[in-house]
């Protein structure tokens, strides 16, 4: 599976984003989808996470509420859309294919990850 991220971009606080991971591969429907962030001189860090069927979620403690992440499995895109940005959301964002099968929440469990994409959210 290759992942492609995209919809990154420079938006004031309290916008909205769309990110987008296109998946190539016929097993992207099988696996939990998950979505992680680094900023610069910062660990990457969890942010959501998303299984096969779209049924259950899972989100860091600082983007629930804000967050919400999706799949469309047809289109083999999973999203995940960024309302009430604020400045510490500010990182580039990375879609991964889970693949071991630890805890959703570490970045260890997953591979294939994308090129990430850009998101700046100013004060």
């Known amino acids: 599976v290759q992942l492609q991220a995209s919809g990154g971009g420079l938006v004031q606080a309290g916008g909205s984003l769309r990110l987008s991971c296109a998946a190539s591969?016929?097993?992207?429907?099988?696996?939990?989808m998950g979505w992680f962030r680094q900023a610069p001189g910062k660990a990457r860090e969890f942010v959501s996470a998303?299984?096969?069927?779209?049924?259950?979620?899972y989100y860091a403690d600082s983007v629930k509420g804000r967050f919400t992440c999706s799949r469309d499995n047809i289109q083999n895109t999973v999203y995940l859309q960024m309302n009430s940005l604020k400045p510490e959301d500010t990182a580039v964002y990375y879609c991964?294919?889970?693949?071991?099968?630890?805890?959703?929440?570490?970045?260890?469990?997953?591979?294939?990850w994308g090129q990430g994409t850009q998101v700046t959210v100013s004060s």
């Open positions: 991964a294919v889970r693949r071991y099968s630890g805890s959703v929440y570490l970045d260890t469990q997953y591979t294939n």
């Open positions: 591969g016929r097993t992207f429907s099988s696996y939990i």
């Open positions: 998303i299984n096969w069927s779209g049924s259950s979620t």
